[in-house]
């Protein structure tokens, strides 16, 4: 298991050392500093073996996470516990900085003795975790409270608190998707998926049971075959055929495993109550199509035209190109009919932005790159075009049919509860080869 | 860094306003001084900020110990937080202050009885941290009573704190009976506590490795299946991690387990999804192929795994590691998914080169047109190592994938007009390959290589360019002159250049010998003369005499045909695989290496293998399928790494591992290597010239780093030319030494107990009932530098012994015995190690007993029964080859059913009957009955016609082989006539020279 974790800052300076087998030794700390953190070279690994010692590391911001061990841990499950463990440091004071951390030298002492023992990651629901670790220092609980926090943080509701209260009770739903494309020249798609997540908000009092429903193909298939047919053919069109899909902990996954239904006790405030990933029918918002020609060797003529493939109601946002110049251009002259276009040298790229643009449309750039003279054998790379936008509307289709609330206890019902719910589309990598 | 400490205190939000920033500015020594006040001031807040300061010194390295006693005058505290932080001075400075710890012992013992769970929890929780062997004494008591507290936050903390005790003092876990206890945990109602007992028992078991801790049964498998629906996504590891040392008993078991498992693949968190496929891949294995659940299994897995590529790139980079074995385990899972390993722009680059791995090898026919375009792309990016891997992987596309050779070759050579300097270099060399691969095909373009002559300064092209070069020299005007001008530098060359361009030399010799006699001789000089390499002086003076005698012969050795390449490179070896696979996840994964490569003490050395996969389609090597049968009724075996090949080649007295069961038939390259090394060495030592090795072969086959891997026919290494056989031995006796204890067939049954017991009574000379031959000098000392072998094979209890009397005939003591032996027709091979434990001084005897497996690795031998021997002591390394009467091969359960007897008899063909003549032989049919009996030889009826006996008998070979008999004994006349019916009917020869030497005696 994990035998050390250790937090230090873009130095290599140790902001953070807890060792928790006897055989990692001190020197250990200096062995990743210098092998890693000074390294000339860039990292080409985050698993880094030195003596004997496995050195597990992952960076947020300038802050290196390292965990350190001498056996043969799972080691997924040490990267997945270093992004929990900044989840749960986020948690607690916003950014993992050099500042926070410092200030928070003994706040983060007592999470890691808590959620990590002996190198066994041990309950780190941020939300059990506060209850009874907070940065104001411990306060005195009752005995009823002490037991309840026991068992929260060993139960089977590791979390969620009982005892909960609103006055209203209120749920935001986001779906937040990202697409990704890469296409070559000619417009054919080399692949294209999305990758979503359903991000909720829960101000639900007591414990609540809630259950979650989507276009998904599978379920709606089941449905029609047992339905009236001519509603299939009208829903069946709407449904989604998701590749994958991975769930909060809160979700009972052997009832989506045998039903296909989402049923959970939310934790309370945010959290991630699913991940999926679709690759059939994805809606591509943006097209890209570059047209490059070498006019002799010191000139690059450079035209992009973008169109926006979704209906005109809607209004796409942030919407930003980055054009790729080669690394000995003297002078870019920019011609764009919307937006505005930069050339910036420090990138080695032409930045286009557009703030709005609705569905339907179509705009386009042209740049002439001047070329400094080189004897430089190698050609240049030719990176691929890169896009940022945002939509809103789900590209892969995704619809939420319904999220129902129950609380047998408490008297409130599902029609009292206020949902809301929103989709943003983002793009993720989207890149267009020229 | 000094400062922060002071800043620390000073931010701390709920920090009172003492700090002074002056106070830090003082020596160090006043420093620790102040701090000792202010930890014994009266004011709490103070005491407490005083803490935190030393708290903070200690991160950044300082040494604070000397507050010791001071800061444990804190812990008395009703202030949770200032004891958290005591706590944590504690155990970082307990162990240099062993004494002075005794002083907290008091206050854990307190606390582990207060009424707050949570601070009865840090407390056990601490005092495990603290590995002071004094206070250990006093942890027993309070462990005990928090193993079964009520709560169960103490009693999940106590389950891992029997895991921390368990690592400072074993014996004293096992003494207090704290592994029942835990074991009991398994059962508890709470799922936490489940999980971390899991963990600790796992852990504990890891370091015993044979010890049955982990006791996993139907039951225990049931209760944690339940637990695993329930407790944190980290248990859930744990859990699953457990589950996957568990072994079905049959299909069933392990399809119900499978479908409990699955919905696990849904979980967000990577580890546990990473986890279920180890658990499914493991247990994939026992159903059966044509079950529609195995299907759907299949089709379950690839979704996971591809959305794993969609997490950090940390865990993508283990996730891909760990598909790269899935896929060489099971292609069919992702071969639809290629699309998803194409590499972005902006993943980091270990990301980046990992994805290229998995493109080779899902590359097929249907999607070798992307895979190229794609590949074509990467080679124009800006990352060496990644373009130089591209260039490299369109190569492979080639060897893979024929039908794309074509427009692979055009890819490569638009590469090399780019002029890149390592594009072009790289090119060159995987462009050999693909002439290996596809002779007179391509061979057009070697004009264009020629033309990057100049550009090349790295050894590997240069020698893949020298190598096309006297392939292709009949075909190249100017070879001569090309190599000539490599042999300018000769002596700056790398090794690896230097034997290419000689290889090269002599080939263009032998294909234009009158234009380039003078060059020829240059070489053979530069190469014996002029240099001190081994390798390259011993091929230089091999082509030397090859040329000077027998010219035509050496035609046919140096242009002989070469054997083709391999189309998958790279591959790990199927026993590794295996065991990979039962690590996924794991660090193994990601290295690609087994634990015990990586991991130091008695941890991780257990090897884990695929449950029954022994006896599916990989023993290769076994002659029948009866006996490829016989290897997967052994128990599970565990197969020396590399590692240990290579420790073991330091050390050929290394006592073998402590594991269990005997290795079965080779599968891997390595291991036929390995083996093959010490075949040769026998035959050429003892003259035996019907197969001549084929160094020219080897030596003239340039390979490429992938290529060593691909599984190739076993070559000659260099250290064979080198002539050091004795190393080859010690690499063979590493392997053989393996299996230490004995297969489960060989323990004795009853039966055969039963008729010692007669054989003893009845007066025979034979005390083990079985006949055995008398000794026979196997080795004269003259040929061993005064060590005498004589010796005799004999069948004990089911076992067979290889009897030995070492003499020392020399003047020196000999030390340091080992044996092994070549493959042979029935894969005997050493039980264990020769045991001679004391030193052999001169005119000394000793008695050895080898005990024997069957389950070595096979060849067939001339004659059948011939067993090659080589035995090592401190001298030198010994030669010898000896008989074994195959009797020794009859097993105790030998004995045919009557019908099964019939019905096999009229089954063999004719043909495969032969008959003997067995003369002079005074038994009675009842007494030779018995006497075979002893033998293993049973008989199963007998049928007097005419004043004749016939007797019908069988028995069964080690390998699975029957053999039926029928014995004619007609009375007073002492002439027996046997005939033997047998699948396989080589053996008759020499089971009748048995039943001759059996009755006889």
Same mark, same amino acid.
């Given at each position: 298991?994990?035998?050390?974790?250790?937090?230090?800052?873009?130095?290599?300076?140790?902001?953070?050392s807890r060792v928790y087998?006897?055989?990692?030794?001190?020197?250990?700390?200096?062995?990743?500093?210098?092998?890693?953190?000074?390294?000339?070279?860039?990292?080409?690994?985050?698993?880094?073996?030195?003596?004997?010692?496995?050195?597990?590391?992952?960076?947020?911001?300038?802050?290196?996470?390292?965990?350190?061990?001498?056996?043969?841990?799972?080691?997924?499950?040490?990267?997945?516990?270093?992004?929990?463990?900044?989840?749960?440091?986020?948690?607690?004071?916003?950014?993992?900085? #050099?500042?926070?951390?410092?200030?928070?030298f003994v706040l983060i002492y007592e999470l890691l003795d808590e959620i990590l023992d002996f190198?066994?990651?041990?309950?780190?629901?941020?939300?059990?975790?506060?209850?009874?670790i907070?940065?104001?220092g411990i306060?005195?609980?009752?005995?009823?409270?002490?037991?309840?926090?026991?068992?929260?943080?060993?139960?089977?509701?590791?979390?969620?608190?009982?005892?909960?209260?609103?006055?209203?009770?209120?749920?935001?739903?986001?779906?937040?998707?990202?697409?990704?494309?890469?296409?070559?020249?000619?417009?054919?798609?080399?692949?294209?998926?999305?990758?979503?997540?359903?991000?909720?908000?829960?101000?639900?009092?007591?414990?609540?049971?809630?259950?979650?429903?989507?276009?998904?193909?599978?379920?709606?298939?089941?449905?029609?075959?047992?339905?009236?047919?001519?509603?299939?053919?009208?829903?069946?069109?709407?449904?989604?055929?998701?590749?994958?899909?991975?769930?909060?902990?809160?979700?009972?996954?052997?009832?989506?495993?045998?039903?296909?239904?989402?049923?959970?006790?939310?934790?309370?405030?945010?959290?991630?109550?699913?991940?999926?990933?679709?690759?059939?029918?994805?809606?591509?918002?943006?097209?890209?199509?570059?047209?490059?020609?070498?006019?002799?060797?010191?000139?690059?003529?450079?035209?992009?035209?973008?169109?926006?493939?979704?209906?005109?109601?809607?209004?796409?946002?942030?919407?930003?190109?980055?054009?790729?110049?080669?690394?000995?251009?003297?002078?870019?002259?920019?011609?764009?009919?919307?937006?505005?276009?930069?050339?910036?040298?420090?990138?080695?790229?032409?930045?286009?932005?557009?703030?709005?643009?609705?569905?339907?449309?179509?705009?386009?750039?042209?740049?002439?790159?001047?070329?400094?003279?080189?004897?430089?054998?190698?050609?240049?790379?030719?990176?691929?075009?890169?896009?940022?936008?945002?939509?809103?509307?789900?590209?892969?289709?995704?619809?939420?049919?319904?999220?129902?609330?129950?609380?047998?206890?408490?008297?409130?019902?599902?029609?009292?509860?206020?949902? %809301?719910?929103?989709?943003?589309?983002?793009?993720?990598?989207?890149?267009?080869?020229? | 860094?000094?400062?922060?400490?002071?800043?620390?205190?000073?931010?701390?939000?709920?920090?009172?306003?003492?700090?002074?920033?002056?106070?830090?500015?003082?020596?160090?020594?006043?420093?620790?001084?102040?701090?000792?006040?202010?930890l014994?001031?009266?004011?709490?807040?103070?005491k407490k900020?005083a803490v935190k300061?030393v708290i903070?010194?200690m991160t950044?390295?300082?040494?604070v110990s000397?507050l010791f006693p001071d800061v444990v005058n804190c812990m008395q505290t009703d202030n949770l937080e200032l004891k958290k932080l005591v706590y944590l001075y504690l155990m970082n400075y307990a162990k240099?202050q062993?004494?002075m710890a005794i002083m907290a012992v008091n206050t854990f013992v307190k606390d582990c009885?207060d009424?707050n769970?949570l601070i009865r929890a840090l407390a056990v929780r601490t005092m495990g941290c603290i590995r002071v062997?004094?206070i250990?004494?006093y942890l027993?008591?309070p462990?005990?009573?928090c193993?079964?507290?009520?709560?169960?936050?103490?009693?999940?903390t106590?389950?891992v704190c029997?895991?921390k005790?368990?690592?400072?003092?074993?014996?004293?876990?096992?003494?207090?009976?704290?592994?029942?206890?835990?074991?009991?945990?398994?059962?508890?109602?709470?799922?936490?506590?489940?999980?971390?007992?899991?963990?600790?028992?796992?852990?504990?078991?890891?370091?015993?490795?044979?010890?049955?801790?982990?006791?996993?049964?139907?039951?225990?498998?049931?209760?944690?299946?339940?637990?695993?629906?329930?407790?944190?996504?980290?248990?859930?590891?744990?859990?699953?991690?457990?589950?996957?040392?568990?072994?079905?008993?049959?299909?069933?078991?392990?399809?119900?387990?499978?479908?409990?498992?699955?919905?696990?693949?849904?979980?967000?968190?990577?580890?546990?999804?990473?986890?279920?496929?180890?658990?499914?891949?493991?247990?994939?294995?026992?159903?059966?192929?044509?079950?529609?659940?195995?299907?759907?299994?299949?089709?379950?897995?690839?979704?996971?795994?591809?959305?794993?590529?969609?997490?950090?790139?940390?865990?993508?980079?283990?996730?891909?590691?760990?598909?790269?074995?899935?896929?060489?385990?099971?292609?069919?899972?992702?071969?639809?998914?290629?699309?998803?390993?194409?590499?972005?722009?902006?993943?980091?680059?270990?990301?980046?080169?990992?994805?290229?791995?998995?493109?080779?090898?899902?590359?097929?026919?249907?999607?070798?047109?992307?895979?190229?375009?794609?590949?074509?792309?990467?080679?124009?990016?800006?990352?060496?190592?990644?373009?130089?891997?591209?260039?490299?992987?369109?190569?492979?596309?080639?060897?893979?994938?024929?039908?794309?050779?074509?427009?692979?070759?055009?890819?490569?050579?638009?590469?090399?007009?780019?002029?890149?300097?390592?594009?072009?270099?790289?090119?060159?060399?995987?462009?050999?390959?693909?002439?290996?691969?596809?002779?007179?095909?391509?061979?057009?373009?070697?004009?264009?290589?020629?033309?990057?002559?100049?550009?090349?300064?790295?050894?590997?092209?240069?020698?893949?360019?020298?190598?096309?070069?006297?392939?292709?020299?009949?075909?190249?005007?100017?070879?001569?002159?090309?190599?000539?001008?490599?042999?300018?530098?000769?002596?700056?060359?790398?090794?690896?250049?230097?034997?290419?361009?000689?290889?090269?030399?002599?080939?263009?010799?032998?294909?234009?010998?009158?234009?380039?006699?003078?060059?020829?001789?240059?070489?053979?000089?530069?190469?014996?003369?002029?240099?001190?390499?081994?390798?390259?002086?011993?091929?230089?003076?091999?082509?030397?005499?090859?040329?000077?005698?027998?010219?035509?012969?050496?035609?046919?050795?140096?242009?002989?045909?070469?054997?083709?390449?391999?189309?998958?490179?790279?591959?790990?070896?199927?026993?590794?695989?295996?065991?990979?696979?039962?690590?996924?996840?794991?660090?193994?994964?990601?290295?690609?290496?087994?634990?015990?490569?990586?991991?130091?003490?008695?941890?991780?050395?257990?090897?884990?293998?695929?449950?029954?996969?022994?006896?599916?389609?990989?023993?290769?090597?076994?002659?029948?399928?009866?006996?490829?049968?016989?290897?997967?009724?052994?128990?599970?075996?565990?197969?020396?790494?590399?590692?240990?090949?290579?420790?073991?080649?330091?050390?050929?007295?290394?006592?073998?591992?402590?594991?269990?069961?005997?290795?079965?038939?080779?599968?891997?390259?390595?291991?036929?290597?390995?083996?093959?090394?010490?075949?040769?060495?026998?035959?050429?030592? /003892?003259?035996?010239?019907?197969?001549?090795?084929?160094?020219?072969?080897?030596?003239?086959?340039?390979?490429?780093?992938?290529?060593?891997?691909?599984?190739?026919?076993?070559?000659?290494?260099?250290?064979?030319?080198?002539?050091?056989?004795?190393?080859?031995?010690?690499?063979?006796?590493?392997?053989?030494?393996?299996?230490?204890?004995?297969?489960?067939?060989?323990?004795?049954?009853?039966?055969?107990?039963?008729?010692?017991?007669?054989?003893?009574?009845?007066?025979?000379?034979?005390?083990?009932?079985?006949?055995?031959?008398?000794?026979?000098?196997?080795?004269?000392?003259?040929?061993?530098?005064?060590?005498?072998?004589?010796?005799?094979?004999?069948?004990?209890?089911?076992?067979?012994?290889?009897?030995?009397?070492?003499?020392?005939?020399? /003047?020196?003591?000999?030390?340091?015995?080992?044996?092994?032996?070549?493959?042979?027709?029935?894969?005997?091979?050493?039980?264990?190690?020769?045991?001679?434990?004391?030193?052999?001084?001169?005119?000394?005897?000793?008695?050895?007993?080898?005990?024997?497996?069957?389950?070595?690795?096979?060849?067939?031998?001339?004659?059948?029964?011939?067993?090659?021997?080589?035995?090592?002591?401190?001298?030198?390394?010994?030669?010898?080859?000896?008989?074994?009467?195959?009797?020794?091969?009859?097993? #105790?359960?030998?004995?045919?059913?009557?019908?099964?007897?019939?019905?096999?008899?009229?089954?063999?063909?004719?043909?495969?009957?032969?008959?003997?003549?067995?003369?002079?032989?005074?038994?009675?049919?009842?007494?030779?009955?018995?006497?075979?009996?002893?033998?293993?030889?049973?008989?199963?009826?007998?049928?007097?016609?005419?004043?004749?006996? /016939?007797?019908?008998?069988? /028995?069964?070979?080690?390998?699975?082989? %029957?053999?039926?008999?029928?014995?004619?004994?007609?009375?007073?006349?002492?002439?027996?006539?046997?005939?033997?019916?047998?699948?396989?009917?080589?053996?008759?020869?020499?089971?009748?020279?048995?039943?001759?030497?059996?009755?006889?005696?």
């Open positions: 298991m994990i035998g050390g974790l250790f937090i230090y800052n873009h130095k290599g300076e140790v902001l953070i087998r006897d055989d990692i030794g001190r020197n250990a700390v200096d062995a990743f500093r210098v092998n890693v953190i000074h390294a000339r070279q860039q990292v080409r690994s985050p698993v880094t073996n030195i003596a004997r010692t496995s050195f597990f590391h992952v960076k947020r911001s300038n802050i290196w996470l390292a965990a350190v061990t001498k056996q043969n841990v799972n080691a997924t499950m040490v990267f997945e516990f270093l992004y929990k463990m900044c989840d749960v440091m986020a948690a607690y004071f916003g950014k993992i900085s #050099e500042e926070n951390v410092k200030n928070n190198g066994y990651p041990q309950n780190s629901e941020t939300g059990a975790l506060k209850t009874f907070t940065q104001q306060k005195s609980q009752s005995k009823e409270e002490q037991a309840q926090i026991t068992s929260q943080v060993t139960g089977q509701i590791g979390w969620r608190r009982e005892g909960i209260k609103y006055r209203r009770n209120e749920l935001f739903l986001d779906v937040l998707e990202s697409v990704n494309l890469l296409m070559s020249p000619q417009g054919q798609v080399l692949s294209a998926h999305v990758s979503g997540r359903v991000v909720m908000k829960s101000y639900l009092s007591g414990m609540p049971e809630c259950k979650f429903g989507m276009n998904d193909k599978i379920v709606i298939d089941k449905q029609n075959k047992g339905g009236s047919s001519e509603e299939g053919g009208k829903s069946g069109k709407q449904s989604i055929a998701i590749d994958d899909c991975t769930f909060h902990q809160c979700v009972r996954l052997s009832k989506f495993d045998s039903e296909r239904s989402i049923s959970f006790i939310p934790p309370d405030g945010d959290y991630e109550l699913m991940r999926y990933r679709t690759t059939k029918d994805i809606i591509l918002p943006f097209r890209v199509i570059p047209l490059v020609r070498e006019v002799g060797r010191t000139k690059l003529e450079v035209k992009v035209v973008i169109k926006s493939n979704f209906k005109s109601s809607l209004l796409a946002q942030k919407i930003e190109v980055r054009i790729p110049t080669p690394l000995n251009t003297s002078g870019v002259q920019l011609i764009c009919m919307k937006g505005k276009a930069k050339y910036k040298a420090s990138e080695n790229a032409i930045v286009w932005k557009i703030k709005r643009m609705a569905g339907m449309k179509e705009s386009q750039i042209s740049a002439e790159i001047e070329l400094l003279p080189t004897n430089d054998k190698k050609k240049w790379a030719r990176p691929p075009i890169s896009m940022n936008f945002e939509v809103p509307f789900a590209p892969s289709g995704l619809k939420v049919r319904y999220l129902k609330v129950f609380e047998p206890k408490l008297n409130y019902s599902d029609h009292d509860v206020i949902k %809301w719910v929103r989709y943003i589309g983002r793009s993720g990598i989207y890149e267009t080869r020229c | 860094m000094q400062e922060w400490a002071n800043q620390l205190c000073e931010n701390r939000q709920f920090g009172s306003k003492m700090t002074d920033s002056k106070y830090f500015t003082t020596t160090k020594k006043g420093e620790i001084f102040e701090l000792k006040a202010e014994n001031s009266d004011k709490k807040e103070k900020e300061k903070a010194s950044v390295g300082k040494d000397a240099s062993p004494d009885e009424p769970p062997d004094k250990t004494e027993c008591e462990l005990r009573k193993l079964k507290d009520e709560d169960p936050y103490v009693r999940k106590a389950a029997v895991a005790l368990h690592d400072i003092n074993a014996q004293l876990v096992e003494d207090q009976g704290f592994l029942d206890t835990l074991k009991d945990l398994i059962s508890d109602s709470n799922p936490m506590v489940v999980a971390n007992a899991v963990a600790a028992l796992s852990e504990i078991a890891e370091s015993h490795p044979n010890s049955n801790l982990l006791d996993l049964n139907p039951q225990t498998i049931n209760k944690l299946l339940t637990a695993l629906n329930e407790c944190t996504e980290w248990g859930q590891i744990f859990i699953l991690d457990c589950l996957a040392n568990y072994t079905p008993r049959d299909d069933r078991e392990s399809q119900s387990i499978c479908e409990r498992v699955t919905p696990r693949l849904s979980h967000a968190n990577s580890a546990v999804v990473l986890s279920a496929v180890k658990v499914l891949m493991k247990f994939m294995e026992m159903l059966p192929k044509d079950l529609d659940y195995y299907g759907t299994l299949l089709k379950k897995l690839a979704p996971p795994l591809v959305t794993l590529l969609s997490a950090e790139p940390e865990l993508q980079y283990v996730a891909l590691r760990n598909i790269n074995l899935i896929v060489q385990r099971r292609p069919e899972i992702l071969k639809h998914e290629m699309k998803v390993f194409f590499v972005k722009y902006n993943d980091p680059i270990y990301v980046k080169l990992e994805k290229l791995d998995i493109m080779i090898r899902l590359a097929s026919q249907a999607n070798i047109a992307q895979v190229l375009a794609e590949l074509k792309e990467y080679a124009t990016e800006v990352d060496v190592d990644f373009v130089r891997k591209a260039v490299r992987a369109i190569g492979r596309c080639a060897i893979k994938v024929e039908q794309s050779a074509e427009r692979c070759v055009s890819t490569l050579l638009d590469l090399i007009q780019t002029k890149v300097n390592y594009v072009v270099q790289e090119a060159i060399v995987v462009i050999k390959d693909i002439f290996r691969k596809y002779p007179n095909k391509y061979e057009s373009v070697i004009a264009t290589l020629c033309e990057n002559l100049d550009s090349l300064d790295e050894p590997e092209a240069r020698a893949a360019m020298i190598w096309i070069v006297g392939e292709y020299a009949e075909r190249i005007d100017n070879a001569d002159e090309l190599l000539e001008s490599f042999l300018e530098g000769f002596h700056d060359e790398s090794t690896q250049v230097q034997l290419q361009l000689l290889t090269a030399i002599v080939k263009l010799f032998l294909k234009k010998p009158t234009e380039t006699q003078e060059l020829v001789q240059q070489v053979l000089s530069l190469a014996t003369q002029d240099s001190d390499n081994p390798d390259l002086r011993d091929r230089g003076y091999i082509y030397w005499r090859l040329l000077s005698t027998d010219p035509v012969a050496a035609k046919e050795v140096v242009l002989a045909e070469k054997p083709l390449i391999s189309e998958e490179t790279d591959l790990i070896e199927p026993t590794l695989l295996e065991e990979l696979i039962c690590h996924i996840g794991t660090l193994a994964s990601v290295y690609h290496k087994p634990p015990s490569a990586f991991v130091e003490g008695s941890r991780g050395v257990q090897h884990k293998r695929l449950p029954g996969s022994a006896g599916s389609g990989e023993s290769v090597d076994s002659p029948d399928p009866g006996s490829a049968a016989g290897a997967s009724e052994a128990p599970p075996a565990v197969i020396p790494s590399q590692g240990d090949l290579l420790g073991d080649l330091l050390n050929l007295d290394l006592t073998p591992p402590t594991t269990t069961g005997p290795p079965p038939a080779p599968s891997s390259g390595m291991q036929l290597g390995a083996m093959d090394l010490l075949g040769g060495g026998l035959d050429s030592l /003892m003259g035996d010239e019907s197969e001549p090795p084929p160094i020219p072969l080897r030596t003239d086959t340039p390979q490429s780093p992938q290529l060593h891997q691909s599984p190739s026919p076993p070559d000659y290494s260099p250290t064979e030319l080198g002539g050091d056989l004795g190393g080859g031995a010690a690499m063979g006796a590493g392997f053989g030494a393996a299996p230490a204890a004995m297969p489960a067939s060989f323990g004795a049954p009853v039966s055969g107990g039963l008729d010692d017991l007669f054989d003893l009574g009845g007066g025979v000379g034979m005390p083990m009932g079985a006949y055995s031959p008398p000794k026979t000098i196997w080795l004269p000392a003259m040929k061993a530098k005064g060590l005498e072998i004589s010796g005799t094979f004999a069948r004990r209890a089911g076992v067979i012994q290889m009897e030995m009397t070492l003499t020392n005939k020399a /003047m020196s003591v000999m030390t340091d015995f080992a044996i092994q032996f070549n493959r042979n027709s029935f894969g005997l091979a050493p039980a264990g190690p020769l045991q001679i434990l004391t030193p052999l001084s001169p005119n000394q005897s000793i008695e050895a007993s080898l005990p024997l497996s069957t389950v070595g690795p096979v060849m067939k031998m001339e004659p059948l029964t011939n067993l090659q021997v080589a035995v090592k002591n401190n001298i030198d390394v010994f030669y010898f080859s000896c008989q074994y009467p195959i009797s020794m091969l009859f097993v #105790e359960d030998g004995k045919m059913e009557r019908q099964v007897f019939l019905a096999t008899w009229k089954d063999i063909p004719n043909d495969n009957e032969s008959q003997f003549q067995i003369k002079d032989c005074h038994l009675s049919s009842d007494a030779a009955s018995n006497k075979l009996q002893g033998s293993n030889v049973f008989t199963i009826a007998k049928r007097t016609v005419e004043g004749q006996d /016939m007797l019908y008998q069988s /028995m069964k070979l080690t390998n699975g082989i %029957w053999v039926l008999a029928e014995l004619r004994v007609q009375t007073g006349n002492p002439n027996y006539t046997v005939s033997l019916k047998c699948r396989a009917p080589e053996v008759s020869q020499c089971v009748f020279q048995s039943y001759e030497a059996m009755l006889k005696n």
